[in-house]
T-cell receptor
Framework: AQTVTQSQPEMSVQEAETVTLSCTYD???????LFWYKQPPSRQMILVIR??????QNATENRFSVNFQKAAKSFSLKISDSQLGDTAMYFC???????????FGDGTTLTVKP | GAVVSQHPSRVICKSGTSVKIECRSL??????MFWYRQFPKQSLMLMAT?????????EQGVEKDKFLINHASLTLSTLTVTSAHPEDSSFYIC??????????FGSGTQLSVL
């Protein structure tokens, strides 16, 4: 079974600054996907970014980028130019290839301060 | 991104009654959907995998007779909480993979059993 660990329960960052959220996982699989999701107070799960394990290049989506270290089983999320709307709970997720099941970390609550 | 619609968003019911929650993929077909339960400030707990045209696969510890799942079409999965009790009160979320292998979530249903 896979496990996902987010070691930072809470984090804060000043508006316009950069913040990095950590995620490590454990698996014996070679082919899998990793995701970051954002859950604001509305509780809607919003896809932030996806990384396929077979790709060495780190995924980027506008202000969001990841540092994927497959050998170290690490998948951190970097948010640049933080905005107030980035305040949310962030979940790291490991997924077997679709339609496989997913395993979520415990989440990191991020607060962006004005 | 793809749209997964979930209804109702909130339901309050009396103890002993049954409640049905619908999850629809609006712009794609989903042979597999997932149902989760989430307690306040906690992670998502996978309850079951809903498979179109066949029986759902339940995670260990989830009561099949309590949480009935039906995936009658390629765009609709339903979760029925039977004979609901206060301990079933929770936030329930569904998800589905779009054709590009990204997992999208419904907006969730807050169930309160009195």
């Amino acid at each position: 079974a896979q496990t996902v660990t987010q070691s930072q329960p809470e984090m804060s960052v000043q508006e316009a600054e950069t913040v990095t959220l950590s995620c490590t996982y454990d698996t014996s699989e070679n082919n899998y996907y990793l995701f970051w999701y954002k859950q604001p107070p509305s509780r809607q799960m919003i896809l932030v970014i996806r990384q396929e394990a077979y790709k060495q290049q780190n995924a980027t989506e506008n202000r969001f980028s990841v540092n994927f270290q497959k050998a170290a089983k690490s998948f951190s999320l970097k948010i640049s130019d933080s905005q107030l709307g980035d305040t949310a709970m962030y979940f790291c997720a490991f997924m077997n290839p679709p339609p496989g099941k997913s395993t979520f970390g415990d989440g990191t609550t991020l607060t962006v301060k004005p | 991104g793809a749209v997964v619609s979930q209804h109702p968003s909130r339901v309050i019911c009396k103890s002993g009654t049954s409640v049905k929650i619908e999850c629809r993929s609006l712009d794609f077909q989903a042979t597999t959907m997932f149902w989760y339960r989430q307690f306040p400030k906690q992670s998502l707990m996978l309850m079951a995998t809903s498979n179109e045209g066949s029986k759902a696969t339940y995670e260990q510890g989830v009561e099949k007779d309590k949480f009935l799942i039906n995936h009658a079409s390629l765009t609709l999965s339903t979760l029925t909480v039977t004979s609901a009790h206060p301990e079933d009160s929770s936030f329930y979320i569904c998800s589905a993979y779009d054709p590009w292998e990204k997992l999208f979530f419904g907006s969730g249903t807050q169930l309160s059993v009195l």
